[in-house]
Structures are given as structure tokens and as C-alpha cells.
């Protein structure tokens, strides 16, 4: 089996920081995307950002030049720098993997359990 287990959400004032982190462990062989979602209450999940194995990374278009996402495969983790945050940023923020398990041939989606960002003053 594979768990991910996110950290680092919060209360943070607009224009504030945070960095949230995400670590893969189990059963794995290897991770393809990691990737961050975001869902707020009453609207759709949203892409938030993703990194691919070969380190190219993606950015929604409302979180660009504020968000960096970032991943180390030696430890399987995927972190999310927040900057310059804004109260539409409030969200439960999600991680999720495409994860190969030892034994297997094929990669799947798992999630961590979300982390709660809140965006006010």
C-alpha cells in the first residue's frame, strides 16, 4: 500500500506564505506527476499545480507566478510554496501521485487526505 500525508496548511493573512508538503511512502517503485488540488466550498477540484518526473512543472493560470511547486524523488516528497496569497486561494488542498507499487507494471492515482489553507484577516 501507499500513503500520502500532506503538511503544512493553515490561517495565513492576504498577501501571507505557506508551504505545504506532501510525503509518498509504502510500497512504491516508482512515482510519475505529483501534483496539488484544491477544492473550495461549492466549486469544482482544481488542478493547482503539477511536476513531472523530468521536473517540468504547470501552474493554473490563477496561481502562476505565486506558486511553486517542487518534488524530491529520492525522498518522494512534493512541496507547494504559496506566495502572496489571496482570500480565493482558501481551499482544502489535496496532493495526489501516479504511483507505480513494487511488484506491479502499472501506475495509479492515490491521495493524501488534504490540508485545510484559509486565506483571510
Known amino acids: 500500500q501507499v500513503q500520502l500525508v500532506e503538511s503544512g496548511g493553515g490561517l495565513v493573512q492576504p498577501g501571507g506564505s505557506l508551504r505545504l508538503s506532501c510525503a509518498a511512502s509504502g510500497s512504491i517503485f516508482s512515482i510519475s506527476n505529483m501534483n496539488w488540488y484544491r477544492q473550495a466550498p461549492g466549486k469544482e477540484r482544481e488542478l493547482v499545480a503539477t511536476?513531472?518526473?523530468?521536473?517540468?512543472?504547470g501552474y493554473a493560470h490563477s496561481v502562476k507566478g505565486r506558486f511553486t511547486i517542487s518534488r524530491d524523488k529520492l525522498k518522494n516528497t512534493v512541496d507547494l510554496q504559496m506566495n502572496s496569497l489571496k482570500p480565493e486561494d482558501t481551499a482544502v488542498y489535496r496532493c495526489n501521485a501516479l504511483v507505480r507499487s513494487t511488484g506491479t507494471y502499472y501506475y495509479q492515482p492515490y491521495w493524501g487526505q488534504g490540508t485545510q489553507v484559509t486565506v483571510s484577516s
Open positions: 511536476v513531472t518526473i523530468d521536473d517540468n512543472t
